[in-house]
């Protein structure tokens, strides 16, 4: 009996450390970029990512993904979310379906290096 608690508590860890990440990002249009390479991190639950931000002419010229750790689902977002960034010129884009935690956090890092060339 004690092992079915046991399994029942790790399932019930593992669920909670699965909750869909809460986007962090905000409209940063009309306001002034600063040129230069940034970089932003975010981590929810299992979902890491680690992101360089490139901004030319107070534009985003490029969004790298440096690392991100997920599931094999997850990697859907890999090329398709710092695309819709770069294309939308913002953090808030749409998820990838069947990736959507791993969506949210490259937008969140990505939110986080933005951050950082506020003027």
């Not at 790790?10 to 230069?36: H, N, S, Y």
């Not at 390479?37 to 901004?55: C, E, I, L, M, R």
Request: proline share 3%; charged share 25%.
């Amino acid at each position: 009996m004690p092992y079915i608690r046991f399994g029942l508590l790790g399932i019930v860890l593992l669920l909670a450390g699965c909750q869909t990440a809460p986007m962090i990002g905000d409209d940063f249009e009309g306001r002034q970029l600063k040129d230069g390479v940034y970089k932003g991190s975010y981590t929810k639950g299992p979902n890491s990512a680690v992101v360089k931000v490139t901004v030319v002419d107070s534009r985003i010229e490029d969004v790298e993904l440096v690392r991100h750790f997920s599931s094999w689902k997850g990697s859907k977002a890999n090329k398709v979310i710092p695309e819709r960034i770069k294309a939308q010129q913002s953090t808030r884009v749409d998820a990838v379906s069947g990736a959507t935690n791993s969506s949210i956090v490259i937008m969140n890092a990505a939110q986080k290096a933005i951050e950082q060339a506020y003027e």
